[in-house]
């Protein structure tokens, strides 16, 4: 029975280990920290999605922008009419053409000025030609007036790009964060992986004693029953550890957009020098670069503006109206050109144009809950830096504390392996149970497992720290420009 539990034993073991080799017998991708982050930077999809959010942004600027393109217009018109003459009371026809031509143009100011030049001819009792050339102002001089009024849409539509540009910032900091926390934690299942394998050894090693020893009759043969427990236990162990480790790969696979055959391994260590970094330059870096206090200062800059043009709505509206021109009348075409072009006939106006709602309650109360909104962007600008600030001193707390775990963790695998060399020892000379010997090493197991994982937790911890600092994109030397998404929009043209 023990030889049939031995060879089954031992069956399984290969057909483990021969299946874990053939799994991981495929090619093989040396990876390294920064080729990782490129790749999911050029790679991710979602980041390829949110990119078209400024492209788009970049179009309502352009069509904001469209007020300020000049505006002409042409007209024929052709009229027939009828007026009594008041020599003969007879009806008389009147044939009238004309042809008119003009361009406009928005100032800054809010003025619209214009050119319009018209030519006609008239049939009665006589027939004459007529031209005309007008220049015109219309300007708005208390409502309306003014840069901020005329360009409300275009600046709100380039804090609107601003914004979406923010927000791809922020899920491009995410990716990387991800990124680098995914490529440590295989790193640690790697390492866990080897540990267990490790151990495994071990326990092969000292069940091949344990039966050394049973068969010249120093050791009871129930103490095998201990060491093929333990050995079957620890083969479980890498069973799982090697199950875990391809689960990662497969996430970073994805992650990367990696052929799914290929081998991941891994090219760079972890960080585990100290790493240090000011309170004060910590909280200077995240109030500086967080995108959220960045999209939150777009939005007072917003608030601030419209509060501004509510403000100048509430005025009244006057508006100056001028206008001078020349023209002249001639039964010949070419005599009225002429007198056109001498300014023979000139012709001017002014005037002003004045109304206001009684009451002007619309205005007023819009005025009122603009600057009601700009108090609440403050207001919550003020609520993000604070959490900004709790961030930050969490996370440089959390850096020290676990660059203190990476000198405990050591320590305790040190003495971990101390433990187990004085009981392997006392083992060997019967002073300690095969139990005792594996109980002392699973605390060894644990040990490098805590170590393992605390100098992940560091890494992911300074990490952390870039993130809340918004520094992360710049520690990769990833750099967005304003203009990062205009490509797709001047590939749509």
Same mark, same amino acid.
């Given at each position: 029975?023990?030889?049939?539990?031995?060879?089954?034993? $031992?069956?399984?073991?290969?057909?483990?280990?021969?299946?874990?080799?053939?799994?991981?017998?495929?090619?093989?991708?040396?990876?390294?920290?920064?080729?990782?982050?490129?790749?999911?930077?050029? #790679?991710? &999809?979602?980041?390829?999605?949110?990119?078209?959010?400024?492209?788009?942004?970049?179009?309502?600027?352009?069509?904001?922008?469209? !007020?300020?393109?000049?505006?002409?217009?042409?007209?024929?018109?052709?009229?027939?009419?009828?007026?009594?003459?008041?020599?003969?009371?007879?009806?008389?026809?009147?044939?009238?053409?004309?042809?008119?031509?003009?361009?406009?143009?928005? &100032?800054?100011?809010?003025?619209?000025?214009?050119?319009?030049?018209?030519?006609?001819?008239?049939?009665?009792?006589?027939?004459?030609?007529?031209?005309?050339?007008?220049?015109?102002?219309?300007?708005?001089?208390?409502?309306?007036?003014? #840069?901020?009024?005329?360009?409300?849409?275009?600046?709100?539509? %380039?804090?609107?790009?601003?914004?979406?540009?923010?927000?791809?910032?922020? %899920?491009?900091?995410?990716?990387?964060?991800?990124?680098?926390?995914?490529?440590?934690?295989?790193?640690?299942?790697?390492?866990?992986?080897?540990?267990?394998?490790?151990?495994?050894?071990?326990? #092969?090693?000292?069940?091949?004693?344990?039966?050394?020893?049973?068969?010249?009759?120093? &050791?009871?043969?129930?103490?095998?029953?201990?060491?093929?427990?333990?050995?079957?236990?620890?083969?479980?162990?890498? !069973?799982?550890?090697?199950?875990? +480790? %391809?689960?990662?790969?497969?996430?970073?696979?994805?992650?990367?957009?990696?052929?799914?055959?290929?081998?991941?391994?891994?090219?760079?260590?972890?960080?585990?020098?100290?790493?240090?970094?000011?309170?004060?330059?910590?909280?200077?870096?995240?109030?500086?670069?967080?995108?959220?206090?960045?999209?939150?200062?777009?939005?007072?800059?917003?608030?601030?503006?419209?509060?501004? +043009?509510?403000?100048?709505?509430?005025?009244?509206?006057?508006?100056?109206?001028?206008?001078?021109?020349?023209?002249?009348?001639?039964?010949?075409?070419?005599?009225?050109?002429?007198?056109? $072009?001498?300014?023979?006939?000139?012709?001017?106006?002014?005037?002003?144009?004045?109304?206001?709602?009684?009451?002007?309650?619309?205005?007023?109360?819009?005025?009122?809950?603009?600057?009601?909104?700009?108090?609440?962007?403050?207001?919550?600008?003020?609520?993000?830096?604070?959490?900004?600030?709790?961030?930050?001193?969490?996370?440089?707390?959390?850096?020290?504390?676990?660059?203190?775990?990476?000198?405990?963790?050591?320590?305790?695998?040190?003495?971990?392996?101390?433990?187990?060399?004085?009981?392997?020892?006392?083992?060997?000379?019967?002073?300690?149970?095969?139990?005792?010997?594996?109980?002392?090493?699973?605390?060894?197991?644990?040990?490098?497992?805590?170590?393992?994982?605390?100098?992940?937790?560091?890494?992911?911890?300074?990490?952390?720290?870039?993130?809340?600092?918004?520094?992360?994109?710049?520690?990769?030397?990833?750099?967005?420009?304003?203009?990062?998404?205009?490509?797709?929009?001047?590939?749509?043209?």
């Amino acid at each position: 029975m023990k030889r049939n539990r031995k060879t089954a034993l $031992a069956l399984s073991f290969c057909l483990t280990f021969g299946a874990a080799t053939s799994a991981f017998a495929q090619p093989t991708i040396n990876l390294t920290l920064k080729d990782a982050i490129k790749m999911a930077f050029e #790679k991710n &999809l979602d980041l390829k999605v949110e990119l078209y959010n400024p492209a788009m942004a970049e179009a309502d600027i352009r069509r904001n922008l469209g !007020i300020y393109d000049p505006v002409l217009s042409l007209g024929v018109n052709y009229d027939r009419s009828n007026s009594s003459n008041i020599l003969t009371f007879r009806p008389q026809q009147i044939d009238q053409v004309t042809a008119n031509a003009g361009v406009s143009q928005l &100032l800054p100011t809010g003025a619209v000025v214009g050119v319009t030049a018209q030519s006609g001819w008239i049939s009665n009792s006589a027939k004459y030609y007529s031209n005309a050339i007008d220049l015109s102002l219309k300007q708005p001089l208390l409502k309306g007036f003014g #840069k901020d009024t005329t360009d409300l849409a275009i600046n709100v539509s %380039r804090f609107t790009k601003g914004e979406t540009l923010n927000v791809f910032r922020t %899920r491009l900091s995410d990716t990387v964060a991800k990124v680098r926390n995914d490529y440590f934690q295989l790193y640690n299942l790697l390492e866990v992986l080897e540990v267990r394998r490790t151990s495994l050894a071990l326990a #092969k090693r000292i069940l091949q004693d344990d039966q050394g020893r049973v068969k010249a009759g120093v &050791l009871p043969a129930y103490e095998l029953l201990n060491s093929e427990f333990q050995v079957a236990t620890r083969e479980k162990q890498v !069973i799982d550890a090697e199950r875990a +480790v %391809r689960d990662q790969m497969d996430v970073l696979r994805v992650e990367l957009q990696l052929p799914p055959s290929a081998e991941i391994a891994l090219a760079d260590q972890p960080y585990r020098n100290s790493y240090n970094l000011s309170e004060q330059q910590a909280l200077d870096d995240a109030l500086g670069n967080r995108t959220e206090l960045a999209t939150q200062r777009d939005v007072i800059r917003i608030n601030d503006l419209q509060q501004r +043009v509510a403000k100048n709505q509430t005025l009244p509206d006057l508006t100056l109206n001028a206008s001078v021109g020349t023209g002249g009348f001639d039964r010949r075409f070419l005599g009225g050109l002429e007198k056109t $072009a001498t300014i023979s006939e000139p012709s001017w106006g002014v005037g002003l144009q004045f109304s206001y709602p009684l009451g002007n309650r619309s205005a007023e109360n819009d005025y009122i809950r603009k600057k009601l909104a700009l108090e609440q962007a403050q207001t919550q600008l003020q609520s993000i830096e604070s959490g900004v600030v709790r961030d930050v001193k969490a996370a440089i707390r959390l850096v020290a504390a676990s660059y203190q775990q990476l000198d405990v963790t050591a320590r305790g695998t040190a003495y971990a392996e101390d433990r187990l060399r004085a009981f392997q020892k006392r083992h060997d000379v019967g002073l300690a149970t095969t139990k005792d010997v594996f109980d002392v090493e699973n605390d060894l197991v644990a040990a490098k497992g805590n170590q393992i994982q605390a100098v992940v937790d560091y890494n992911n911890s300074i990490t952390q720290l870039w993130r809340v600092t918004g520094v992360i994109l710049d520690q990769q030397g990833i750099s967005v420009s304003d203009s990062e998404a205009d490509h797709l929009y001047e590939k749509m043209k």
